[in-house]
């Protein structure tokens, strides 16, 4: 006979807390001799192929206020639409490019990727998807980190076209997640409430 199984309490939830930034970026902080470099600081190398561009922004409260201790990292095609990792059949070749990156946020809450403009993947649907990043958030108050996406303004063929975005039904929220091009710099804010709040997905 099998023993009853006990009826557990929900553990309460907790938030990143304040010191989640120094933890994942402890050179960025001034915490030097526990590793080298901070992970994932520099994304491109001499060899990497594609367009180089900027991502930018600032991750605002719902208060308005600068969100200044939070981490966030990036993930993203190469300019071919493929990625790194060796288990995928898509994988990308050139090891150049690793397509993930972290980065702190400023006292300012800005942050900021030197990076590539990805390609276009294949959605659930076989069709390609829109060129994009995706992000993950953290910071103080957060439960569990925020998953988004940034897609590209002169991209706005593809755009309407995507996959992901067509399952936002207001077209007017699609824009939380369309950065702005000016040269060779995309800025895009990051709103955790509020009006303006960035369409974030359960993942």
Wanted: glycine share 10%; net charge negative.
């Amino acid at each position: 006979m099998l023993h009853p199984t006990p009826i557990l309490k929900e553990s309460p939830s907790q938030t990143a807390g304040p010191y989640v930034h120094i933890g994942m970026t402890p050179n960025f902080c001034d915490i030097t001799g526990v590793i080298d470099k901070d992970p994932g600081v520099t994304m491109l190398t001499p060899d990497t192929v594609g367009e180089r561009i900027t991502i930018t922004g600032r991750v605002i409260d719902g208060s308005g206020a600068p969100v200044g201790d939070g981490v966030i990292e990036l993930w993203q095609a190469d300019a071919e639409g493929g990625f790194a990792q060796p288990t995928n059949p898509n994988s990308n070749a050139t090891p150049a490019f690793t397509g993930w990156g972290r980065q702190p946020t400023q006292p300012d809450g800005t942050y900021t990727f030197e990076t590539i403009k990805p390609g276009r993947v294949a959605g659930p649907d076989g069709k390609p998807m829109a060129p994009h990043v995706s992000l993950w958030i953290v910071a103080r108050g957060i439960n569990i980190g925020l998953q988004t996406r940034i897609y590209f303004d002169d991209e706005a063929e593809a755009n309407e076209a995507d996959f992901v975005l067509n399952k936002i039904m207001d077209k007017r929220r699609r824009q939380t997640l369309i950065a702005q091009r000016e040269g060779s710099t995309y800025t895009l804010d990051i709103h955790l409430q509020g009006d303006k709040e960035t369409v974030f997905f359960d993942i």
